[in-house]
């Protein structure tokens, strides 16, 4: 099953007058969905734009792993773990907030900066929090999250290329650029796809794209 949800259905949140813009694909704070509680592992994947000096203030997280991908500009991470990181384009950040960790992110720079972040839920909850930074992901080594029984592939096609959507009980596709086809739905920026027992699917780029794929395992949670 494919379940294709547009950009334009995404709740608005951020705070405008403060430089935040987010988009968020699933239920989230004062946007309640009972319908749109996660996918999979997936609890959360959220657009970012934050103004140059722009950012989220420190804030707790707990039984949750973050992951995030910068789409443009460059994102400052500092925890309370003792962390600090400058994360650019093409890199992974994972912090794993198990029983509990505060962080801030900013805009640090002078230009815009946008990124994708997604949080799953872990397999087991508590332990020690966790970071790291992954410079340079891409296929064909997806990212490894066994923590939530998962694999985050990263995706950049050329036209007319085509790619594999890996077989698994959960999968979801996040369009991050360009367009893609998959099982006769165009997916462009923004989009994503909710894939349910994948089994011998692919995209296909009309023209250049980058795509974030969720491998996710099961039994676990869809809605």
Not at 7 to 15: I, K, L, P, Q
Request: hydrophobic residues 40%; proline residues 8%.
């Amino acid at each position: 099953m494919i379940d294709v949800r547009r950009a334009g259905s995404r709740y608005r949140g951020g705070d405008p007058g403060a430089g935040i813009e987010t988009l968020h694909a699933f239920s989230f704070g004062r946007f309640y969905d009972p319908d749109n509680l996660r996918f999979g592992a997936l609890l959360a994947c959220n657009e970012e734009r934050l103004a140059p000096g722009a950012g989220f203030a420190e804030h707790p997280h707990s039984h949750t792993e973050i992951v995030t991908w910068v789409v443009e500009g460059e994102l400052t991470h500092r925890d309370s773990a003792g962390h600090a990181s400058v994360v650019r384009p093409g890199d992974v950040q994972h912090l794993s907030a198990a029983s509990g960790v505060r962080h801030e992110e900013r805009n640090d720079s002078d230009v815009p900066l946008t990124f994708v972040q997604m949080w799953l839920a872990p397999l087991s909850p508590g332990g020690d929090p966790a970071y790291e930074v992954v410079r340079g992901v891409q296929d064909p080594t997806p990212y490894a999250l066994p923590a939530a029984g998962a694999r985050l592939h990263v995706r950049r096609l050329d036209t007319g290329e085509r790619t594999p959507v890996p077989d698994a009980p959960f999968v979801y596709a996040h369009v991050v650029r360009g367009g893609v086809r998959l099982a006769g739905e165009e997916l462009r920026t923004g989009d994503a796809a909710r894939i349910t027992g994948a089994k011998g699917l692919e995209l296909v780029a009309p023209g250049a794209a980058d795509v974030l794929l969720w491998e996710m395992s099961g039994p676990q949670t869809s809605g």
